[in-house]
Each structure stands twice: as structure tokens, then as C-alpha cells.
């Protein structure tokens, strides 16, 4: 089991879409029972979503492509190099390197990191810049957590998004007995993927950081699930929206 330290530092990777299949296994492990990282995900995962969202295209300088490229390909030259002389890095330094040691300066990383990703697109000759568009999917209570209110956010064609929930009673409540609201997303073939747990933050409000492609799926829903989850739905359904219609 991770570290909270370590979950901060793969959170903030996860942010950006630069995180392992196994390194991913491994947060979402600690994630299941630490409300706390739930949180600080959910926190990166919100920044990193909406700052693309807020960039005004503009039309880049022919010459910034030239520069980007050369700067790019000298970068990858001195990083083969380096590869060639020295030891394989663990995992926990491969994130490290690219991201500050602090918890907030982690967030201003993802957030830049994700700017830059979106900042521009040349398409044939005229290099116009596309902007991404968010998407938001509401989502409606069942009847038990009938004040329950929950909204979906991410953006077409990325695999970050972001899930919150209020009016969401304790699971414990729900169920009568210790458990956690375990997120799925549901295909077209009625077969459910455990996406992520829902957090509780210090206002009441729920949080989930899911790491998906929304396109590939027609509904999202939260049961209630035994501590540590459950590989398919067994609990009591919560809140559901369908993503077919988004």
C-alpha cells in the first residue's frame, strides 16, 4: 500500500493523464481508504478540467511551431543519451521529476501541465487553434437518497473527468453497516467498470476523480459497496445519469 505522500504525487500525474496502469492500481487502493486523498484528487482533477476551458484561442506565430519542433527533438536526443548511461528511475522518480514537491505547487503543475497540452492545434496550413468543449451530464437521485444531486464534467475527446454530488447521505446510512459509494460506468453491453469511490469533502459534498473516456460508455452510476469495493455492482443504487444523450 502507498503512502499518502505517494498518492499526492500520482494524483497530481493522474491530473494530467501521465500515470501508469499499475501505478493508477495503486492509488485507486488508497483511495478506497483515505478520504483525504479522495479529496486532493478530486481538487486536482477539478483544476486540471477546467483551466484549458478558460484559455481565448489565439492563432500562433508561424515561426512558434519551428521553434517548439526543434526544442522538442534536441530534448529528445539528450533524454536518449541520458537513457543509454544511466539506471532505469523507479517509478515514484518518474513522476517526481515532472512535478514540485509541495502539495500546492503539485496543483499549479497539473493545471499548467494540461494548459499546455490544449493550448493549440495546427491543422493544415492555417494552424487554427481548436478549443476542447466541456461537457456536463446531470445526474439524478433514486429513492434511497431521494436529495441527492450529482453532476458530471470532463471534456469531448479527453479521459479526465470529474464527478460531484450533493444532498448525498453517509453510505453508512444507506447501507446500515461500515461501506463506500463505489462509482461505475456502464457500456451499451450492460457490463459495469469500477471507475473510482466517491470522497466526502469538508462541506458535505461528494467527489470522484475518473480516469475513462466517457465516449465509450451510456451510463454513470454510485452504489453503495462493502469497504474496498466490489469488482461488479452489489449495493444499493444512489444516483445514475446516462451519457449516451451528452
Known amino acids: ?10 494524483a497530481a500525474a493522474l491530473s494530467v493523464g501521465s500515470l501508469g496502469g499499475g501505478d493508477e492500481e495503486a492509488l485507486q487502493q488508497h483511495l478506497a481508504g483515505c478520504a483525504d486523498c479522495r479529496r486532493v484528487t478530486g481538487e486536482y482533477m477539478t483544476a486540471a478540467a477546467r483551466l484549458p476551458l478558460a484559455l481565448e484561442p489565439v492563432a500562433a506565430p508561424p515561426e512558434l511551431r ?37 502539495r500546492g505547487w503539485t496543483a499549479v503543475a497539473a493545471a499548467a501541465a494540461v494548459a499546455v497540452i490544449g493550448f493549440a492545434t495546427w491543422t493544415g496550413t492555417s494552424r487554427q487553434v481548436t478549443a476542447p468543449k466541456s461537457v456536463s451530464v446531470a445526474l439524478v437521485a ?14 469531448s475527446g479527453g479521459s479526465q473527468a470529474v464527478l460531484n454530488v450533493t444532498g448525498l447521505p453517509g453510505p453508512a446510512a444507506v447501507a446500515g453497516h461500515s461501506a463506500v459509494y463505489e462509482v461505475w460506468l456502464i457500456g451499451a453491453n450492460g457490463v459495469a467498470v469500477a471507475a473510482a469511490y466517491l470522497g466526502q469533502g469538508p462541506d458535505g459534498t461528494w467527489s470522484a476523480a475518473i480516469h475513462e473516456d466517457m465516449a465509450a460508455y451510456t451510463t454513470l452510476a454510485a452504489t453503495v459497496e462493502p469497504i474496498g469495493g466490489s469488482p461488479q455492482p452489489t449495493g444499493v443504487k444512489v444516483i445514475q445519469g446516462s451519457l449516451s444523450s451528452a
Open 1 to 10: 500500500m502507498i503512502s499518502c505522500q505517494d498518492a499526492d504525487v500520482l
Open 66 to 102: 519551428g521553434r517548439l519542433m526543434r526544442a522538442v527533438y534536441a530534448e529528445a536526443g539528450a533524454a536518449a543519451a541520458r537513457r543509454a548511461t544511466s539506471k532505469p528511475a523507479s517509478w515514484w522518480r518518474r513522476v517526481w521529476g515532472g512535478v514540485p514537491a509541495s
Open 142 to 155: 433514486t429513492s434511497a437518497a431521494p436529495q441527492a444531486r450529482g453532476q458530471l464534467t470532463y471534456t
